[in-house]
């Protein structure tokens, strides 16, 4: 568990790898690929050794697969700028993961307009009665 100054400086950290992989990706990756691709977080470990990166793929199963496949292909090149690009003692050896959050943040905005809707449905049967 991290704390106090180290928690804050922690937080800083991984800002600032998401910026700095969020600008490769969009440089390196996005010409590559037929969807849209963000760094939605980076989530270093306390020795810095490792860090997870999180991308969201808007697309295909098969979109959202062949982005994280580029992702992990190009994984040493954006170790290597990060490591020229950012000041820190040790740089992370990336692993990428696909974040599906956005999709499922718009299958319940989903749920909720049908609930919405049939609630309205409901209200005009009830007024008619």
Known sequence: MVAGKDYDRMVRVNELLKRELGM??????SPRIDSLLT???VSATVDMHRAKVSVSVMG???ERAYALEVCKENRCYFQKQLAKNV???YTPVLRFELD????KADQVLGILDEIESESAEDE????RD
């Open 24 to 29: 490769l990706c969009e440089r390196h990756v």
């Open 39 to 41: 760094v939605t977080a």
């Open 60 to 62: 295909s199963d098969e």
């Open 87 to 89: 000041r820190l003692k």
């Open 100 to 103: 599906d959050t956005p999709e």
């Open 124 to 127: 005009v049967d009830d007024q």
